[in-house]
């Protein structure tokens, strides 16, 4: 069976950047991990349009068309080692009314992608699907 596609885990590796906190939420953290997942897509040949700050943390944006799709990046409330990623895929209205499009498929690329990278984070521990 395939993991979920939300995986916690925890890293000292990612420390949050000085000035983060200006462009998310008070103690909202994750460009570190954001940024390296970038970098590792980018070097799995994953297209990556950018790193985005967001109220509840970052976002990886992999693409805007034919929908957006991003993975999540953030730390889990009150900690600056244990971090929550996810993919999703934003559909326009118009698209979930008729129903033409199927993200599933692109989920699950990054979902895959996700399961083989999150093990080579340095020190990574408690590692958890849901």
């Not at 209205?93 to 199927?102: E, G, I, T």
Request: aromatic content about 10%.
């Amino acid at each position: 069976m395939n993991p979920a596609p939300q995986v916690t885990f925890t890293a000292d590796f990612f420390k949050p950047l000085p000035g983060e906190e200006e462009h998310t939420n008070p103690g909202c953290y994750g460009q570190a991990l954001a940024n390296w997942l970038a970098d590792r897509f980018r070097e799995r040949g994953v297209s990556v349009e950018g790193v985005i700050p967001e109220d509840f943390g970052w976002v990886v944006m992999v693409s805007r068309t034919p929908f957006m799709l991003w993975l999540a990046c953030s730390n889990t409330e009150d900690s600056t080692t244990e971090w929550t990623v996810y993919p999703v895929a934003e559909l326009s209205v118009v698209q979930r009314l008729l129903k033409r499009v199927d993200p599933a498929p692109e989920i699950e690329r990054l979902r895959a992608h996700l399961a083989e990278l999150v093990p080579s984070i340095p020190g990574v521990t408690n590692v958890v699907w849901e």
